[in-house]
């Protein structure tokens, strides 16, 4: 019996010492050795191997420092910051903005500021519609189209990092990120107008079917009266009794009274 029992307790022991051991197994990940702006292209220099725990396993981080070396940093780390995949751009894609353009898509900068800007709260990673006002050949005014709509705002001014406190910037140029055709369509609209952004929420993926809208829309809802035609007379105005007309109750303290428009 006491030979049973110290087997079985040996047993039970030893079964506690390899499960604590394996609790506390440590791994060695990459990190930054140093704080690292974003943009720069990583060195043997500038980062390390520390100590992780194995039983909380990182996704995404290296184990070798040869698998991070050469390639550009997207986002600045502090010290000691483990190095993820999702931090590091395409090894050879250069540094700075480039390394952030994924393949087929294209970094393209209008011109802005503080109003186009939307009085300065676009960041980088804001999606915003744009828009021109235009007069087309031969119309007879100006015409607001939207060219484009959920795009992504790569940079604002010299800024690839939003503001840790959402402060709000003025910046004369906005880059946003758009694949070929739509960095021709947004060329062609600055040049031919003025281009404004509209901000949108990041959740809002859907694009809407918008048409162009024209001068005489914003002066009434009604459709334009075309051009009197030579030699035929003009149709007689509708008379002001067929008008609607509304009323309005004005209430001043105890006294009460009606205006008609």
Do not use: C
């Not at 110290?6 to 022991?13: H, L, R």
């Not at 949108?200 to 024209?214: A, E, I, Y």
């Not at 914003?218 to 009323?247: F, H, M, N, Q």
């Amino acid at each position: 019996m006491a030979a049973l029992l110290a087997g079985a307790m040996t047993y039970f022991f030893s079964k506690r010492v390899r499960l604590s051991r394996a609790q506390h197994a440590i791994t060695g990940i990459v990190a930054a050795i140093n704080d690292t702006p974003s943009g720069s292209t990583l060195t043997a220099k500038d980062v390390e191997i520390v100590d992780w725990p194995s039983n909380l396993p990182l996704e995404g981080s290296f184990n070798k420092i040869d698998d991070v070396v050469g390639k550009p940093l997207l986002y600045p780390l502090v010290a000691r910051e483990p190095i993820l995949k999702r931090d590091l751009g395409v090894e050879g894609s250069g540094i700075g903005i480039s390394g952030r353009i994924p393949t087929g898509m294209r970094a393209t900068a209008v011109k802005s500021n503080e109003i186009v800007g939307v009085a300065g709260f676009l960041y980088p990673g804001s999606r915003v519609d744009v828009m021109v006002t235009y007069t087309p050949p031969g119309g007879a005014g100006p015409v607001t189209q939207t060219v484009l709509q959920n795009v992504e705002v790569l940079t604002a001014g010299q800024t690839i990092e939003p503001d840790p406190q959402g402060k709000p910037q003025t910046v004369n140029v906005v880059t946003l990120l758009v694949n070929p055709e739509d960095s021709q369509k947004l060329q062609l609209a600055s040049s031919q107008g003025v281009v404004q952004f509209v901000l949108r929420s990041g959740v809002d993926q859907k694009n809407v079917d918008l048409h162009p809208t024209h001068l005489d829309q914003l002066a009434s809802d009604r459709a334009p009266t075309p051009p009197p035609v030579p030699g035929k007379k003009a149709p007689k105005k509708i008379a002001e009794a067929s008008k609607p007309v509304y009323v309005m109750e004005v209430i001043q303290g105890s006294k009460k009274t009606e205006e008609k428009f």
